[in-house]
């Protein structure tokens, strides 16, 4: 069964503590995405990796970190630095440049104590 | 950057009845428009999605147009039913930078 695996559903961390989100495609998709989405609010990329050892920011970077040492996963780490880090977070995949359906993985709901 | 705006916020409708969400876009480069649904707690699926070398696209109840001239294209759904409810999102793309740009979402209610 190929798809975008997300974990833990829920998180609940103190303030104060850096948390990391989990996210695995067994897809061979060549690019990764991380989106955060807030109430009733559209998604806002935080970062993307077109190639596995390569990331780029997206346009709410501050206060996150990523890695991509193999190409089906992308853990996403929510440092101290984030001001205001409860929100819905969304891990999705393309599978190439050329062949750009992006598919979502079922995301991790992240609230600060 | 890339700038979608997408119209309404809210949409309610009767069972059977039509729903129709629009969306303009700013770069015309943008050459991919895919259209997702999301139910609460759950992540986008995408539904339905169309390039830039086509004006519309059908899939049973659902259709997409688009209008590169006017840089606007649209979400229709016809015959509604009440599984139909959820908040709908567009989004615009470009081939090759593999960056997506979404619109703020739609909340549909379709009432029985």
């Known amino acids: 069964d190929g798809g975008i695996t997300q974990s833990p559903k829920y998180l609940f961390r103190k303030e104060g503590q850096n948390v990391t989100l989990s996210c695995e495609q067994n897809?061979?998709?060549?690019?990764m995405y991380w989106y955060r989405q807030d109430p009733g609010q559209g998604l806002r990329l935080i970062y993307y990796?077109?190639?596995?050892?390569?990331?780029q920011k997206g346009d709410i970077a501050e206060g996150y970190s990523v890695s991509r040492e193999k190409k089906e996963s992308f853990p996403l780490t929510v440092t101290s630095a984030q001001k205001n880090p409860t929100a819905f977070y969304l891990c999705?995949?393309?599978?190439?440049?050329?062949?750009?359906?992006?598919?979502f993985g079922p995301g991790t709901r992240l609230t600060v104590l | 950057g890339e700038n979608v705006e997408q119209h309404p916020s809210t949409l309610s409708v009767q069972e059977g009845d039509s729903a129709v969400i629009k969306c303009t876009y700013s770069?015309?480069?943008?050459?991919?428009f895919p259209w997702y649904k999301q139910e609460l707690g759950k992540g986008p699926q995408l539904i339905i999605d169309?390039?830039?070398?086509?004006g519309e696209k059908k899939d049973q109840r659902i259709a997409v147009t688009l209008n590169k001239t006017a840089k606007h294209f649209s979400l229709h759904i016809t015959e509604t039913q009440p599984e139909d409810s959820a908040v709908y999102f567009c989004a615009a793309s470009i081939s090759n930078f593999n960056k997506f740009y979404f619109g703020s979402g739609t909340k549909l209610n379709v009432k029985p």
């Open positions: 169309i390039r830039s070398n086509v």
């Open positions: 999705a995949s393309t599978e190439d440049r050329a062949n750009n359906e992006q598919f």
């Open positions: 990796s077109q190639i596995v050892n390569d990331f």
């Open positions: 897809l061979n998709h060549d690019a």
């Open positions: 770069d015309s480069a943008s050459n991919y």
